[in-house]
């Protein structure tokens, strides 16, 4: 009996206080010619390390519950010296559709300009409301965009908090005049501009579609297809509302990007009618791909 309650009492705390991520990390670096190749083992095991074996959220969350993302870094310029990396990164996170195998894209994101040193096996320390590094900011800022997404797909504005850390990583960074953070960097994409989409009022529509899209569409589509295209329909709506008040916004492109084909996919079997209406609606709202959408009305 002392045995069995010793086994809960260590299993327990492993399923309560279980990370929050499986994130596959990769730093590749084609264009780089060095010969010891280790530095960029190690950031990758390093940036790995932080993400995944740290706990992020106050979410009690089971092995099988970890959120899916991958955060590829591509090095274009590398100086030993300095330990000083330029790169580019692609951030990818899904969450899981209710009762299928299936998974939809939340964030397949590029971000042109990451900037920082790297000591072989320095700490990745980070701490609320403190600067770090800019490494340690540059991963930070997507957990929590990733966090803040997910929550959004599961509760209306349920990403709210993690939201606001990103925001508060931002602000922190940004006085320290790090490319990538300011308001004119890359003109209105760049990750200041997308993290003041995602709180600003005008933006609000947006949240209610990543709810509605997911957790009234694409989670009641294992019982009724037309219900959630109905539901999907109606959150890409709320983006049209979006797109004629804001234009070619961060936040849009971040969307689209996300779910451009699945949302193809998804209309390709609909009744013409539901076609002409959404082809409408997604030209309108992401005109830059309207020929994409064109070829809703010819699949099936």
């Not at 596959?24 to 932080?50: C, D, G, H, W």
């Not at 300095?82 to 939340?106: D, E, G, M, W």
């Not at 320390?125 to 590094?133: I, R």
């Not at 037309?226 to 709506?237: C, F, H, M």
Request: glycine share 4%.
């Amino acid at each position: 009996m002392k045995k069995i309650l010793w086994l809960v009492l260590f299993i327990l705390p492993c399923i309560t206080f279980a990370q929050d991520f499986n994130c596959r990390v990769q730093v590749i670096y084609p264009q780089i010619q060095v010969a010891n190749t280790q530095r960029f083992k190690n950031l990758e095991t390093s940036i790995s390390e932080f993400i995944n074996n740290r706990k992020w959220s106050a979410e009690k969350t089971q092995t099988n519950e970890r959120i899916e993302w991958s955060l590829i870094i591509n090095v274009t310029e590398f100086d030993n010296a300095s330990s000083s990396f330029k790169a580019t990164a692609q951030i990818q996170a899904s969450r899981p559709v209710y009762n299928t195998s299936y998974n939809s894209v939340l964030i397949n994101q590029e971000d042109p300009s990451w900037q920082f040193e790297y000591i072989d096996f320095q700490p990745m320390d980070f701490a609320e409301g403190q600067y770090s590094n800019n490494l340690t900011s540059l991963v930070a800022y997507y957990i929590y965009i990733v966090l803040g997404l997910d929550g959004d797909s599961f509760k209306l504005e349920g990403g709210s908090d993690y939201f606001n850390k990103a925001n508060a990583i931002m602000l922190a960074a940004q006085q320290r005049g790090i490319p990538g953070w300011q308001t004119t960097d890359g003109g209105n994409k760049n990750r200041y501009w997308l993290i003041e989409n995602i709180l600003s009022d005008r933006f609000k529509p947006m949240r209610e579609a990543y709810y509605k899209y997911h957790i009234k569409g694409m989670d009641v589509m294992s019982t009724s297809v037309e219900e959630a295209r109905l539901q999907i329909t109606a959150s890409l709506q709320l983006l049209q509302k979006v797109a004629k008040i804001m234009p070619n916004s961060m936040l849009l492109k971040v969307w689209f990007n996300a779910k451009r084909d699945e949302i193809i996919n998804i209309y390709c079997k609909a009744l013409t009618a539901d076609k002409n209406k959404v082809v409408e609606i997604l030209k309108e709202a992401d005109p830059a791909n309207g020929a994409k959408y064109d070829g809703i009305k010819t699949c099936n």
